[in-house]
């Protein structure tokens, strides 16, 4: 089972605990055995064991006092007498009594042998005190049993306890590495897995599909090897009881396991299709909640519904199938055979003594044996009742593993020399999809320490260029060309080494749980609160911190809420200053922001591009006048490039985009 090797490598971990959980297992089974066998000899040997031949004999060896003679089951003599009981009451008969079917008349006892002969004996009805007497031996030995028999259900009890706490620990414990290892895969992927996944499905495998490792491991836990004992130590129980009856019931176990395996296929495509129903509403849940606002604004909520209603009818439609599944040929009809089965055997031993000579039938045995034959069965319906836990845990444990096993990027890192900052583009070919180009074939040198200002409407490649550089995406086999910072091809280093020296500051900051500090210094956590607040005041952020009286220890709410969207992007500004990046990328960080806020921002940026080669997408190309060149990108070419007044005065593509903001601008 290949979902099972992927869990054992985290099981494996805690095989201390894992032994601990076994053992308590077969402590358990050891005990379940040892009931049936106990409460027999209970039954048999001491309450319906005064039955039993009662010898006469000395005064000096006797058990029992009886109409002033003296009798024992130990010391056999000639002289026999037996003690009959009958609908609940007991006769004195002074011969031996066979076995067989008994019926009473008044005083006359008749008895059908197993061979068909007939007996007849004078029974004598005892009193209470009688009874007692000859009750009085099994006392001792009787104590001990039921002392033996609640000590074993004390055991039980201590050892199942112990059994579940141990499994409980591995469980958590394997939940918790997985979702670390899962987030930690998450942060190595390339960033294509993203491109095809929504956020919500990820989210989903992370949070809930984890938990199918802890079922799967539950569940093959209670199946695997719990059950598996269970069937064996019910065999040496009924083995011991009756050989024969036991050899039978073997019979039934290919039938099962055609069953299984008819009942498996046609589960596991329902808990296919049940898990991805499941995963479907959950990212169309988190589109909802974070498109609330639009959704609102355009009333678009029974449209909305819709569309949710139809997820919804499907997920119900398809967990519908596999309950019908469970109750038609699963576990309920499991229920009904070990019914069946019961009623079997106890026809056969009722009919017993008909046709197995020499064979007595007691009650004892017929608890014992009708008491394993339970276990038995009990684990079989286990196996159905469970088996869609399984194939749902098996389903969600590959979908975790996914993510855990998934693509990952180099995650080497070295220490290399910071940078210079001189970036060139080599006939840059490149397309998500193959065949159709983003960009094609850009020529492009930046020199050190360069603002280099990118221009384009949209879908222009701008953002893709950038994403080459920054290493989201890697030229592939299909795609033509190199990229080169300071004279090495980028694909040189590792991702992380790499992006050790190149930063970016996006168009909508991305802002986490914590204070202002705590953004700012993110991935640098030995910076103090006093760099930190050197750091923000240097680039225009004082009235950032004069605003908060607790200053740069504010904390940010959801999404930095309580930040405007100049504010945040200082603090971007701030933290690619305390990274010190040789290579700083722009993405449209003054899309959003109104004119005060720009002259916030540019101050920023003069600040920030001291020591560094700045790459700006703009479509403020005010943000960009004073860049040291400019690039303008058409439909994945690069059609000009130049300084603010050369392209001005080219009057192609980039004067036309500047006159039209002139005239946006005039009539603000």
Request: glycine letters at 6%; proline letters at 2%; a neutral charge.
């Amino acid at each position: 089972m290949k979902a099972m090797k992927k869990v054992w490598r985290y099981v494996a971990k805690y095989k201390k605990l894992l032994t601990i959980t076994i053992t308590s297992m077969l402590i358990i089974q050891t005990l379940g055995l040892l009931a049936p066998l106990i409460v027999k000899t209970i039954l048999d040997d001491y309450l319906i064991g005064i039955e039993k031949p009662w010898y006469e004999t000395t005064i000096d060896d006797y058990q029992v006092q009886y109409n002033g003679k003296h009798y024992s089951q130990e010391s056999e003599n000639t002289s026999v007498i037996s003690i009959v009981i009958y609908q609940g009451k007991y006769y004195f008969v002074e011969e031996l009594v066979v076995s067989g079917n008994r019926d009473l008349e008044g005083t006359s006892l008749s008895v059908i042998a197993q061979d068909g002969q007939s007996f007849q004996y004078t029974a004598t009805l005892m009193t209470k005190d009688e009874v007692l007497q000859f009750y009085q031996p099994f006392v001792t030995p009787l104590i001990i049993m039921i002392a033996l028999l609640a000590a074993r259900f004390f055991l039980q009890i201590i050892f199942t306890y112990i059994q579940r706490i141990s499994a409980s620990m591995i469980n958590v414990n394997i939940v918790r590495d997985a979702r670390k290892d899962a987030v930690a895969s998450l942060q190595r992927m390339p960033m294509t897995y993203f491109d095809k996944e929504p956020a919500g499905k990820i989210a989903n495998r992370i949070i809930s599909d984890v938990g199918g490792m802890m079922n799967l491991f539950s569940t093959i836990m209670n199946l695997l090897v719990n059950a598996t004992l269970a069937v064996i130590f019910a065999y040496i129980g009924m083995f011991y009881l009756d050989v024969k009856l036991a050899l039978l019931t073997l019979i039934v176990f290919p039938i099962v396991y055609v069953w299984l395996k008819f009942f498996m296929k046609k589960l596991k495509t329902i808990a296919v299709k049940v898990n991805e129903q499941n995963s479907l509403i959950t990212a169309q849940l988190n589109e909802i909640i974070n498109g609330i606002s639009i959704l609102q604004i355009f009333n678009f909520k029974s449209q909305t519904e819709e569309t949710f209603n139809d997820l919804s009818v499907d997920f119900m439609r398809e967990k519908l199938k596999e309950n019908r599944l469970h109750l038609t040929i699963g576990w309920n009809m499991i229920r009904l055979i070990g019914a069946l089965v019961t009623a079997v055997i106890v026809l056969y031993f009722g009919m017993g003594y008909l046709n197995i000579y020499g064979f007595v039938v007691t009650a004892g045995l017929i608890y014992a044996y009708n008491d394993y034959l339970s276990r038995l069965i009990e684990p079989v319906g286990t196996l159905f009742r469970e088996i869609g836990n399984l194939q749902h845990a098996m389903v969600k444990t590959e979908r975790i593993f996914t993510i855990i096993d998934g693509e990952q990027e180099d995650g080497s890192s070295i220490d290399i020399p910071r940078f210079k900052g001189e970036v060139v583009f080599d006939n840059v070919w490149f397309s998500y999809q193959e065949g159709s180009p983003v960009l094609k074939g850009i020529d492009l040198k930046i020199e050190q320490g360069e603002m280099v200002g990118l221009v384009g409407h949209t879908g222009s490649g701008k953002s893709s260029l950038m994403s080459l550089l920054l290493r989201f995406y890697d030229l592939k086999s299909t795609d033509l060309g190199h990229i080169f910072v300071d004279g090495v091809e980028i694909i040189t280093h590792s991702k992380r080494t790499f992006r050790k020296h190149v930063g970016i500051i996006l168009q909508d900051p991305v802002l986490l749980k914590g204070t202002i500090a705590d953004n700012i210094r993110f991935g640098k956590m030995n910076i103090s609160d006093q760099e930190v607040e050197e750091v923000l005041r240097s680039i225009g952020g004082s009235p950032l911190i004069d605003k908060f009286d607790d200053g740069i220890l504010q904390h940010v709410t959801r999404g930095g809420s309580n930040l405007s969207v100049g504010e945040k992007q200082i603090i971007s500004f701030a933290r690619a200053v305390v990274h010190n990046p040789a290579i700083l990328v722009m993405d449209e960080a003054t899309a959003n922001i109104d004119t005060e806020t720009e002259t916030m921002i540019q101050t920023a940026l003069d600040a920030v591009k001291r020591g560094r080669t700045m790459i700006v997408i703009a479509h403020r190309l005010s943000t960009i006048k004073n860049a040291d060149k400019i690039v303008v990108l058409e439909n994945g070419i690069k059609v000009e490039e130049g300084t603010h007044q050369q392209l001005l005065s080219n009057n192609l593509v980039y004067a036309n985009i500047y006159r039209s903001q002139i005239k946006v601008s005039d009539l603000e």
